[in-house]
């Protein structure tokens, strides 16, 4: 099956053949995977979805790997994560059919990246790389770690010197070169984009870009199917690179092209964390380019100041009339206590961003009452405990004896009843 | 000199050379003297007003210029400016 024509520039419609590169010769515009949608439209259908493997790889027709399903693909079970019907969070907030898209668990490492990396890290391999490499502001290394051990790979990590102690430790397990750079996320890109140009390494988000950012589809596709097979009317999607953003809109509008669902109703928000909001900033605006900005924020994730695909996601703002905002770090911790208390998922600080501008739009009027809505919750809780540490409080200490137990609980049920 | 880097999509135009040496009081005008020893590199790097593309990032000493004083960024002897693709990474 030749699924995929070529890869096209964006902008100057370019074409070049399907290798490891990621920038236009002519305008420097991103390089995107051009599929034959009439071959796949022929292919697809939702029962032959249903009859597929339990993991994102039951899309594999809109994915740009050669590789059939079976040894070849690295990262089989990523993917297809829960879509929890949210009903407390939903009363909290006033939305009758809100969902969690539950990427906090993940397979492997815990964050909507395992499914990027699976899609990069199989074409890497398709393409002859024995070293897969990335630049991360930490769930990006974990995944690419984990699946360059498990496909045998060498293996590079490039992060910021400041990330959260779990991340780094998350790459060091799987014994992967991590490499900390003295600077931030920006300044770790750009290195890594000119160390790029001087190995043979497959660098998932720079020369394999083209192929990692089409993984993130696959949480549109699985949210049509959870769904129903029906379009959300709302979803909430955090913003870094803001590539997710475009390609949550992608994944909506393949599923129409191919047939799979009648129309696309959806409004794309995107939020981002007030210390690093070059994109948002620019939707409240009005405008349609970014400024960069030096990150500064509790939400490390998400602290790209230079974001590649910010001109895009203000384009499927626009496009599919979303709105943007932010929120501030106290907000973000709010945040992730509000999902952890209601809902029984704790979220990474990205989760927490999502959530405090999910409850800002609907306090807004953005996001209605009858709306279906969706935020995507992409990272685990237990990367930055960091975030929260001080603002959970403490567990009661006490003897292992019943009696002091019993004045302990006494004690504290009184302090109930008075609150 | 100032030391230039050169990224991959325009070595083509450089005989395959990363790194060239030039000079320029700002960067505008590095510009204006890479496309003399390397034809073509202006319209590759900027659009027909003669503005950098939007996909095109420039570095001096490592700082971005948009934080510093855009294409008029006054450049000296032993700078380093480097040509780099804006798009990439995330996360």
Redesign the interface.
């Known amino acids: 099956m030749t699924k995929m024509k070529a890869l096209a520039c964006r ?1 100057c419609g370019k074409e070049y053949p399907t290798q490891a590169i ?9 390089l995107e995977v051009k599929y034959n949608y009439d071959e796949i439209k022929q292919a697809i259908s939702r029962r032959k979805i249903e009859d597929g493997p339990l993991s994102m790889w039951r899309y594999i027709d809109l994915l740009p790997v050669e590789s059939a399903l079976g040894p070849a693909i690295v990262g089989p079970h990523a993917g297809l994560t829960p879509m929890v019907r949210a009903r407390n969070l939903g009363a909290f907030l006033g939305i009758d059919e809100l969902y969690i898209k539950n990427d906090t668990v993940n397979h492997p490492t815990l964050s909507f ?1 395992d499914r990027v990396v699976a899609v990069a890290v199989t074409r890497a391999r398709e393409l002859g790389f024995e070293t897969v490499a990335c ?6 290394a974990n995944s690419v770690a984990a699946h360059a051990a498990a496909a045998s790979l060498q293996c590079y990590v490039f992060i910021p010197g400041d990330l959260e102690a779990a991340k780094v430790l998350g790459n060091l397990i799987y014994r992967p070169n991590v490499v900390e750079i003295e600077g931030n ?3 770790v ?2 290195l ?3 160390i ?3 190995h043979r390494w497959a660098f998932v ?2 020369n394999i ?1 083209p192929y990692y ?1 089409e993984g993130s589809k696959t949480l549109a596709f699985e949210t049509i199917e959870q769904l129903g097979w029906r379009t959300p009317d709302q979803v909430v999607v955090p913003m ?5 953003l475009t390609k949550i809109w992608k994944g909506f509008n393949e599923m129409h092209k191919v047939g799979l669902v009648d129309a696309v109703r959806t409004k794309v928000n995107g939020a981002q964390a007030e210390g690093c909001s070059p994109i948002a900033t620019a939707y409240k605006a009005g405008r349609d ?1 970014f ?2 900005v ?1 990150p500064k924020t509790i939400a490390k ?1 998400l602290a ?1 100041g ?4 910010g ?1 895009y996601a203000l384009k499927t703002a626009a496009e599919s009339g979303g709105a943007m905002d932010m929120v501030g770090d106290d907000e973000v911790v709010e945040g992730i206590k509000l999902l952890a208390q209601t809902e029984g998922i704790f979220a990474e600080t990205a989760g927490g961003v999502t959530i405090g501008v999910l409850r800002k739009m609907v306090k807004q009027g953005i996001i209605k009452k009858s709306d279906v809505t969706v935020a995507y919750i992409t990272g685990n809780g237990l990367k930055t405990q960091e975030a929260v540490i001080d603002a959970v409080g403490r567990p009661v200490r006490i003897q292992p004896s019943l009696v002091h137990f019993q004045q302990t609980f006494q004690m504290m049920d009184r302090k109930q009843g008075d609150a | 000199m100032i030391k230039v880097r050169i990224p991959t999509p325009l070595r083509p135009l450089t005989h395959g050379q990363g790194e060239v040496e030039t000079q320029g009081i700002n960067v505008a005008e590095l510009i204006e003297n890479l496309n003399a020893a390397h034809p073509g590199v202006k319209d590759r790097l900027c659009d027909e007003n003669g503005d950098l593309r939007r996909f095109v990032n420039v570095y001096v000493n490592e700082e971005d210029i948009r934080f510093l004083k855009g294409k008029e960024t006054a450049l000296k002897d032993g700078d380093e400016v480097s040509f780099v693709p804006a798009i990439a990474g995330g996360g």
Not at chain 1, 135 to 140: I, P
């Open positions: 902008e990621h920038v236009c010769e002519m305008c420097f515009g991103p990246k630049a991360s502001t930490g769930n990006l996320y920006d300044d890109n750009r890594c984009s000119e790029a140009g001087e988000n720079i870009r950012a870094a690179s803001g590539s997710l380019f400024k960069p030096k994730s790209i230079n974001p590649a695909d001109y």
